[in-house]
Structure formats: C-alpha cells, structure tokens
C-alpha cells in the first residue's frame, strides 16, 4: 500500500457541529420539539466502503464527546483512551468511531445553556425536561446524518450503558452489536436521592438565580461544586477511598476549625472546583432528571424482556464491576436475565475490582481484554475481521 | 498438524447433539466444548459459567457466555429456549439437584447430564476397606475441599430420573481417557463399572 493510499484511507480525526434544518426537529418525550438541534460530535478513524464499521460511544453523565482527544477546556486526555485507540478493543484503524455530546449537554449540543432561536436568550429552565430516549433519538439522527445505516455496535458506561439499551430497544435493526457497562435499566430509590441531593444543591446557591444564571452574568459554581461532591463519592469505592486518603492529613496536625484537614476534604474540593470549569448547572439538573426518569421496563408494561423482544439477533455484552454500589451487579443481572428471558445472544461478565463505578474508566485489564474478545468476535460475524 | 484429540465425553455428547441445534452449555469452562459444538455440528451455543476468567476467555472465543450459577441463573431461561442443555460434572456441586434437573429439563427438549458415579466399585472398596471417604481419579479432592456435595449413584440418578418422570434416551460410561461406552444404567453390574456416567434426558 503507498502512502497516499494510507492517507486516504485513514481519515484524521474528525467531528464538529451538526445543526440539524428547522423541519427536521428533535421530537421529544413530552410531546414538545426542539427546531434547529445542534450535536457537537467527534470522529475517529474512518468509515469503510461498506459503511459497517461504525461504532457509537454513548458517554456518561459528566462526561462529553472528547472520548479519545484532549479535552478544549480542561487540556487534559480522553476519558477513554484505555479502551479507544490504536491498537485497542475500540480502534481507529479498524472502525469508525463517533460520540456525539447528549442533547441538554453543555459542549456544543444544543442544551439549556444553548441559545433559544425563539427568544434570542438562553434557554435557562425554559429548555424542555428530556429523557434518555430523547438523547438517543438524537443520536440516531446524527448516525443516519452520517450516512451510516447500522451500526457495528453501541457501546457505553454507567449513563452511557442505559443509552446503549435505549438504543436497542428503540432501534434494535439499527444496532449489530451492543456493550452495556456499569449501568442499570432504570434508576434506583437510591440513585434517585443521590442526584437529588445534588441538584437541591445548585437550586441552593443564590447564584442560581431561579435558573436565570447566565442572563444575569453570574454562575452558581458553589452548588455545583458541591453536588460534584457528593456525586463524585458515589463514584468510588469504600475500599479505594481508604486505600487513597485514609485519614491523612493535608498538615502537620489538626487545624482545630473547618479547613480541609484531612486529604480526602481536599481531594473532595478539588474535585468540585475543576467541574465547574468544565460544567454547567443547568445542565447538570437536565441530565440527571433524564436519568432518574429512565426506566426502559416501565416503557414495555413493567416487564424488562419486552423492550427486548425484537433485539434478539443483536450481539449484547453486559459488565458490572464488584465494588460499583451505584450500579451494583444485581442491575446488570437483571438486564441479562432479560436477555436470556428473550433468547438474545447475551454474555455477561462481573469484573473484579475494588474501584467502585469508576473501574469502568480506569486501568481494568481483565475488561479491556473481555471487550476486546467480545468485539472481535462480533467484528468476525459481521465481515469486518 | 494432526487434530488435538477430543475428550471422550465431548466426543460423546459431539455424537449425542443434533447438527445446527440450540444448546446451552451450564458450567462451560472456558469454553472448549461450545467451540467444538459450533465448529463441528454447527450449534446455536450459550454459556453459563461461574468463573470471571472462565466467561473472558469464552468472549475471546467469540461465545456468548454469562456469568452465573446453575442454582440461580436458570430460572431465567424461556420454557424451552434450547434443544439440549448441557451440565457436565456439575450435578454433584449444586445446592439444588432436584431443582437443577427440573428445570434444565424446562428450559430444554433434552439435556445431557454427566457425573462421576459413587457407586463404582473402587469407591465402595475405599470405604469398606478404608473406612475414609474414596479419593479416585473422578473424585481427586478430600472431603473437606471437594465441591460434590451432593454425590450419588448411577442407580440414585435413575431414581431421580423416574421421580420426574424423566426418560433416559442413552447411557454411557465413561472413564479417564477411554471411549465413552453405551450403558444400561439399570443394571447393578453397570453401577459396579461404571466410574462416571453420561445421560440423555427427555420428558417422558
């Protein structure tokens, strides 16, 4: 092969701003539309002549398209890059990689922070409570924009797992293969609570101001701050905090007052102040009202199978981490339960670590491995291997 | 490159297993068997199997494996999701045998079933001679570390079998590294011989 043909065959990284015509609107949950929907979206490696390689990241709650490049705000590397990347399960040398940031997010795709077209200012809480199958049809839009017909797979962790089954339940001829991490059929009493505690705690800040925020030129990153917090600690596993901190302290004693003690403070801090460089409020109650809506079972008279029922010719792969007590294993169990209730082809594997939710974004090489085994294989039957 | 030769009770069960079949594989390893059943008789196969390792290694292989345990994960399958449900030397270690059976036999139009057989003669020679608990080539382990916490015979087996109004289609016996050989399990000679013994199970 020469060089030029190398060079045309694998297309540099890609992706931008996809603004979708005033007559093709995003029609939502409940009932109402968005005109002139605008995705923010990256691409990695490039679509093959058949157009079957494609794979669609779908990313969590926090997180935003920048899967496998520098972030633009923070500088730092993509959120997956143990998982996508030359030479990895997810590989642009092999497939066609595109995440796109969820609708009611804040890098770019239209969302509460955005500017409504009908009034000239942004859309504050005036922008319409979405769903999860909201943020899918999205997708589904920007995938058919793209040129692409069916996808090689979906794939994606804790929100981003509960958008791969929206995915499949919604478009399951669309879908040829399909990996759901850490994630959950629907939203727990106890996911529920935490995320309310979160958003009590931007409605909280007098920076708020009743949503107004950005008319008024002010940011209430003291609220966020602290539902990043809190959010973060559902995050981690007990283990691993005590393996970190423990309760060392920031200084040669105690401070007898309310400065940050003990490291794990800090960290927490830290943690909190550089969200909101990165994160918007409003957007932060918009995402996790969708997730605490999101229960595909309700959708299909309360039996999880139903929404199933015609994807079973899709190859699923289920994960579920040891120590994640925010999407415990019996969620994923319940999912493959499903699955199997249907005859789908499901494989699903409980990975051991100590890491909490986050294992799914760290270095977990017994994952790595069994996705890559399972997309390989999948590559296989659909021609690609 | 000459083949790597097939177990004999996978050879048996290769025989056994209809060409182009469903068949779920309850405790599949890493997923030898499954991969011989597909490359050779062409199988629709799934797996269940306990190990985290063991399920990896299966995705590797492109099997469509799940964690789980034949006393819990069964329960799930639609009633006759598959045309053999295979449980290798695994009867013995379950919590619930009797319910294992019932529903390996729900879940499929037939199931294969092995396992080692305490009725053999060495092991009844262990404990008349011996007085300790029999540690042969099909129960390599000491009581307090074996898993078989539900060991029987080839007659307590059968015995099962007609309480559930079970047929037994075909019988053999097997043992370590010989052919599979076709039993009549009801004979109390074969419950002498026989160190383990493979069953085809369908509704009567």
Not at chain 1, 145 to 162: D, H, K, N, Q, T
Not at chain 1, 171 to 182: E, L, M, Q
Not at chain 2, 3 to 27: T, Y
Request: glycine share 10%; hydrophobic share 45%; with cysteine.
């Amino acid at each position: 092969m020469s060089d030029g043909e190398t060079s045309a065959a694998r297309k540099t990284d890609g992706g931008g701003l996809w603004t979708f015509p005033a007559d093709q609107p995003l029609r939502l949950d409940n009932g109402g539309r968005i005109e002139g929907l605008e995705i923010a979206y990256q691409t990695y490696g490039a679509l093959n002549a058949e157009r079957s390689n494609a794979i669609l990241i779908c990313h969590a709650l926090t997180l935003d398209q920048f899967v496998a490049s520098n972030h633009p705000v923070t500088g730092r590397p993509g959120w997956w890059t143990r998982v996508v990347g030359p030479g990895k399960p997810i590989d642009p040398e092999k497939h066609f990689i595109i995440c796109s940031n969820v609708v009611g997010g804040c890098m770019g795709s239209t969302g509460p922070s955005s500017i409504d077209l009908r009034t000239g200012a942004p859309w504050g809480l005036t922008f319409p409570v979405i769903t999860l199958a909201d943020m899918v049809r999205a997708q589904a839009m920007l995938v058919e924009a793209l040129g692409i017909e069916r996808l090689f797979a979906v794939v994606g962790g804790s929100m981003g797992g509960m958008q791969v089954l929206q995915w499949v339940a919604d478009y399951p001829g669309r879908v040829f293969a399909a990996v759901c991490v850490a994630a959950a059929a629907r939203h727990s009493a106890q996911n529920i609570a935490f995320h309310e505690v979160g958003r009590q705690a931007i409605m909280a800040d007098p920076d708020w101001r009743g949503g107004g925020y950005a008319i008024e030129g002010v940011r209430p990153e003291k609220g966020l701050a602290v539902a990043r917090m809190a959010a973060h600690i559902t995050y981690i596993s007990e283990a691993a905090l005590q393996r970190k901190f423990g309760r060392e302290l920031q200084g040669d004693g105690l401070s007898w007052g309310f400065d940050a003690d003990f490291q794990v403070e800090s960290y927490l801090r830290h943690q909190g102040a550089s969200f909101v460089d990165r994160f918007d409020a409003n957007s932060y109650l918009y995402i996790t009202r969708a997730m605490d809506y999101f229960d595909l079972a309700a959708a299909h008279g309360d039996v999880l199978a139903d929404a199933f029922r015609d994807a079973r010719d899709v190859r699923f792969c289920v994960f579920s981490f040891t120590s994640d007590w925010l999407y415990p294993t019996v969620e994923s169990r319940e999912i493959v339960r499903a699955l199997n209730a249907v005859g789908a082809r499901a494989s699903f594997v409980e990975i051991d670590s100590d890491k909490g939710h986050d294992a799914f974004l760290l270095d977990e090489p017994v994952f790595r491995d069994a996705l890559g085994g399972f997309l390989g294989a999948a590559a296989q039957a659909r021609g690609l291997a | 490159m000459s083949a790597p030769a097939v177990r004999p009770d996978f050879a048996e069960i290769l025989r056994l297993v209809r060409p182009g079949s469903r068949v779920l594989d309850v405790g599949c390893g890493e997923g030898a068997l499954l991969e011989l059943l597909a490359r050779e008789n062409g199988v629709d196969g799934r797996g269940i199997e306990i190990s985290p390792e063991g399920v990896s290694a299966c995705m590797a292989r492109g099997l469509a494996v799940m964690q789980g345990d034949a006393d819990r994960d069964l329960d799930y399958f639609a009633a006759q999701a598959f045309d053999y449900v295979i449980l290798s030397q695994t009867l013995q270690a379950v919590q619930n045998p009797r319910h294992v059976l019932g529903e390996l036999m729900r879940i499929g139009e037939r199931a294969i079933v092995s396992l080692p057989n305490f009725g053999h003669w060495r092991v009844r020679l262990d404990l008349l001679l011996h007085g300790r608990m029999p540690v042969t080539g099909v129960l390599p382990d000491p009581w307090w570390a074996t898993p078989n916490i539900h060991l029987c015979t080839v007659h307590d087996f059968t015995a099962l079998c007609d309480d559930l109004a079970l047929s037994i289609d075909a019988c053999a016996a097997l043992a370590d590294g010989k052919p599979a050989r076709p039993i009549d399990p009801t004979r109390a000679a074969e419950n002498w011989r026989a160190e383990a013994a493979l069953f085809l199970l369908s509704r009567r």
